[in-house]
T-cell receptor, first 110, second 116 residues
Framework: GEDVEQSLFLSVREGDSSVINCTYT??????LYWYKQEPGAGLQLLTY?????DMKQDQRLTVLLNKKDKHLSLRIADTQTGDSAIYFC??????????FGTGTRLQVFP | EAQVTQNPRYLITVTGKKLTVTCSQN?????MSWYRQDPGLGLRQIYY???????DKGDVPEGYKVSRKEKRNFPLILESPSPNQTSLYFC???????????????FGPGTRLTVT
């Protein structure tokens, strides 16, 4: 099937690192994405990784891809209260289709 | 400003009363899509359109219709809404990709629909 799975909740203290995990199903997916949804808003693309890469770093964000295990993770360093949101991973499919995970709600407390 | 707009943002209606949610993008994107977001299920694709007059079913098309008469607009139509269509709906658009390249999807702000 086309299931992309994530844990539903993550709670971290401000200043700590957050790691959000995702498992996907299709090893042929070309791109894997992380989207952020803030309260009352649509989704915004946070970062993405091409399937031939193992890691991508973008300021406080680090994406790790383990193709063998079909596991994707997003690490946020020095997590801030403004990072509180729902994070979705998504895998690309032909015809521009995206398959989204269930979303992980990140709560950052002081 | 490049954006995807949806109207209305909030809608409460009754079972069986036809409604339309509009979606418009100003980025000249070929690809447009509708999703619904439900707790614990993430986003599921309802319908998508690769270009004008080209539409196709997504994963959960039952009870919905779409049209793509102009490039910028992609309305979602519920002919006879039912309570199980109570959800948060998102429209998205992007450039059309290839087998080697996909492009960022831009999302609208969402429409929260309640059907009683």
């Amino acid at each position: 099937g086309e299931d992309v799975e994530q844990s539903l909740f993550l709670s971290v203290r401000e200043g700590d690192s957050s790691v959000i995990n995702c498992t996907y199903t299709d090893s042929s997916s070309t791109y894997l994405y992380w989207y952020k949804q803030e309260p009352g808003a649509g989704l915004q693309l946070l970062t993405y990784i091409f399937s031939n890469m193992d890691m991508k770093q973008d300021q406080r964000l680090t994406v790790l891809l383990n193709k063998k295990d079909k596991h994707l993770s997003l690490r946020i360093a020095d997590t801030q209260t403004g990072d509180s949101a729902i994070y979705f991973c998504a895998e690309s499919k032909p015809a521009d289709k995206l398959i989204f995970g269930t979303g992980t709600r990140l709560q950052v407390f002081p | 400003e490049a954006q995807v707009t949806q109207n209305p943002r909030y809608l409460i209606t009754v079972t069986g009363k036809k409604l339309t949610v509009t979606c418009s993008q100003n980025m000249n994107h070929e690809y447009m899509s509708w999703y619904r977001q439900d707790p614990g299920l993430g986003l599921r694709q309802i319908y998508y359109s690769m270009n004008v007059e080209v539409t196709d079913k997504g994963d959960v098309p039952e009870g919905y219709k779409v049209s793509r008469k102009e490039k910028r607009n992609f309305p979602l139509i519920l002919e006879s809404p039912s309570p199980n269509q109570t959800s948060l709906y998102f429209c998205a658009s992007s450039r059309s990709g290839t087998s080697e390249m996909t492009y960022e999807q831009y999302f609208g702000p969402g429409t929260r629909l309640t059907v009683t």
